[in-house]
């Protein structure tokens, strides 16, 4: 079983940044697949963006391209994602995920993230 902790959310203007963090607890880390999810308020869970294992091959949801950055740090088995230009659409709960072929999908508590304008 693979354990997600995020952390790294707050309050921040628009316009601002954060970079949320992720710690696992697996010592099979870098053979996951890790991405970060949303969920804002009334909405279904969306995807943000993804890194695969080995390669790190990388992938955006079109709202956040440009902006928001994913990379890991498989040595200290964590994934970060460096958010900014924020928007306030930007407003949501934060997820991280683990997912490897064959095996269920982990999910973090999630951290929220809220932009003010």
């Known amino acids: 079983q693979v354990q997600l902790v995020e952390s790294g959310g707050g309050l921040v203007q628009a316009g601002g940044s954060l970079r949320l963090s992720c710690a696992a607890s697996?010592?099979?880390?870098?053979?996951?697949?890790m991405g970060w999810f949303r969920q804002a308020p009334g909405k279904e869970r969306e995807f943000v963006a993804s890194?695969?294992?080995?390669?790190?091959?990388?992938r955006y949801e079109d709202s956040v391209k440009g902006r928001f950055t994913i990379s890991r740090d498989n040595a200290k088995n964590m994934v970060f994602l460096q958010m900014n230009s924020l928007k306030r659409e930007d407003t949501a709960v934060y997820y991280c995920?683990?997912?490897?072929?064959?095996?269920?999908?982990?999910w973090g508590q999630g951290t929220q993230v809220t932009v003010s304008s």
């Open positions: 995920n683990a997912d490897r072929s064959g095996y269920q999908p982990y």
């Open positions: 697996k010592n099979t880390f870098s053979t996951y697949n």
């Open positions: 890194i695969s294992w080995g390669v790190g091959f990388t």
